[in-house]
């Protein structure tokens, strides 16, 4: 009764695939895909502009010694 099995996962998937429509689960795929690639890169914005400000502010500090 612990953990589902590959049965249990495959009924749900078939369920889920009748309900929805696999037409639709793929645009949901497409979509989270999007979201996540999305996320990433501005992650990496972010992280970009604070390693830039950093930069910037151990010149500052080095002009002032």
């Not at 309900?19 to 639709?24: A, E, N």
Request: hydrophobic letters at 45%; aromatic letters at 6%; proline letters at 0%.
């Amino acid at each position: 009764m612990g953990a589902m099995s590959i049965w249990h996962w495959l009924i749900l998937l078939v369920v889920v695939a009748l309900v929805f429509g696999t037409s639709k689960l793929k645009n949901v795929g497409k979509d989270l895909g999007g979201a996540i690639k999305g996320f990433k890169e501005g992650m990496k914005e972010a992280s970009d502009e604070v390693s830039s400000i950093d930069k910037q502010m151990t010149n500052s500090v080095a002009e002032k010694k």
